[in-house]
């Protein structure tokens, strides 16, 4: 018998750090990791010590809450969004998640059997994928192009009588793409017209270049028929081991959603939870301040792009944590990214861990995200990969 997990692949950060086992970096050039998504800074002071106090005043933070989080957290929720999107959003239709990939996984599995199709823009974010496989859901892929922009009527041709979702991420993971808001509402429009749900994952959103709601999908007043939203603290107070991330959805659909999160998990962290809704409450001048460095990294991969074009790299999309990166050698990005923890000490995810086996585009990319490296790192990366030799020898046991 052939297990669950046997039917999807290895967890690429993971398997990317074994690329460093018996690595040695040069004296004066330390690792560029920029392989993974999360801020490995704590918390801000103020929020560590309030959660300090937590765990020393308040005894609820170490038993278990309700399954679909806690009170306050839904409520603010329902509140800030209603208020940030324009439209009417109930705490009753707000959960609370260990983390924006459970509340994906919650969400599939409210929604999805054995048997389903999910439409999947790719390139897309492999643990959507590796939860598609584990539960028996074929992830339909619907390759992007260039821009890495999805198209609705290609997205239309895909649709059988056994899907049941489309899903989103903007600004998008791995590619950087913040989708314009029309783009999702044609996506919204085709859902509804199909019976289908879109499920949008707006993880990032907070690090958006642009002012004013993303999407007017929460003006519908019927949203809750055809639409699931998906949100991570993780990165926002940079919470990423207190797992709290939020699922919007219709109350039917929280209904099944509870029973898969009360076997899995019981209820997300409830410090976690506590220390979202004060930040939510007390640090937006500081989240303001951590924008604004990001969207300086992300003008520091526009600056540090000429240094590259010349050698044949093409930037195809940018912002947020990342940026999607065309290589320009014979090697496929699987043999490259290893041999580039060797050749320049960098560490970044090869774009075949992003798309399908017989997708050409991913063995032509790279994940670039900086998350952790700061204009000055960037400078440093595009240095490095501008100085790679041509060709770029194969690493041991490449293609």
């Not at 709290?244 to 962290?269: Q, Y």
Request: with cysteine; net charge negative.
């Amino acid at each position: 018998m052939t297990s669950r997990t046997a039917a999807t692949f290895a967890p690429p950060v993971m398997e990317a750090r074994r690329w460093l086992e018996g690595a040695e970096m040069p004296p004066g050039r330390p690792l560029l990791n920029v392989s993974q998504a999360a801020p490995v800074d704590p918390p801000p002071e103020a929020l560590r010590a309030e959660m300090a106090r937590l765990v020393q005043e308040e005894p609820e933070v170490h038993l278990y809450g309700p399954v679909l989080g806690h009170p306050e957290l839904r409520a603010e929720i329902a509140r800030r969004w209603g208020a940030g999107y324009g439209g009417q959003i109930a705490a009753e239709q707000v959960a609370i998640t260990a983390g924006c990939n459970q509340a994906f996984c919650a969400a599939i599995a409210a929604l999805a059997g054995e048997g389903d199709e999910v439409i999947l823009p790719t390139p897309w974010y492999f643990n959507h994928k590796m939860w598609l496989d584990m539960a028996g859901v074929a992830a339909v892929p619907l390759p992007t192009g260039a821009g890495l922009f999805p198209d609705p009527e290609r997205a239309a041709a895909l649709v059988t009588p056994r899907t049941r979702a489309i899903v989103l991420v903007t600004p998008n993971n791995p590619g950087g793409v913040e989708y314009p808001p029309e783009l999702v509402m044609e996506f919204y429009a085709l859902a509804r017209s199909r019976g289908l749900v879109l499920i949008l994952d707006e993880t990032y959103r907070d690090f958006d270049a642009r002012t004013g709601p993303p999407h007017a999908l929460f003006t519908d007043p019927d949203w809750p028929e055809a639409f699931v939203h998906l949100y991570s603290f993780s990165k926002a107070y940079r919470l990423t081991g207190h797992r709290t991330g939020a699922l919007v959805a219709s109350r039917t659909i929280l209904a099944e959603a509870e029973k898969f999160l009360d076997t899995v998990a019981i209820c997300a962290p409830q410090l976690g939870q506590r220390a979202a809704l004060w930040g939510m409450r007390n640090l937006a001048q500081w989240l303001a301040g951590e924008r604004a460095e990001i969207l300086d990294r992300r003008a520091a991969i526009g600056d540090g792009m000429a240094r590259l074009e010349d050698r044949g790299w093409r930037l195809h999309g940018v912002g947020a944590y990342f940026a999607w990166l065309e290589h320009p050698f014979e090697m496929p990005s699987d043999a490259l990214a290893p041999a580039l923890v060797r050749e320049a000490g960098v560490l970044a995810l090869p774009g075949t861990m992003f798309t399908p086996a017989d997708d050409a585009s991913g063995a032509r990319a790279l994940r670039i995200a900086y998350a952790n490296v700061d204009r000055a790192g960037i400078d440093a990366l595009f240095e490095r990969l501008a100085a790679l030799p041509f060709p770029l020898a194969s690493a041991p046991g490449g293609h």
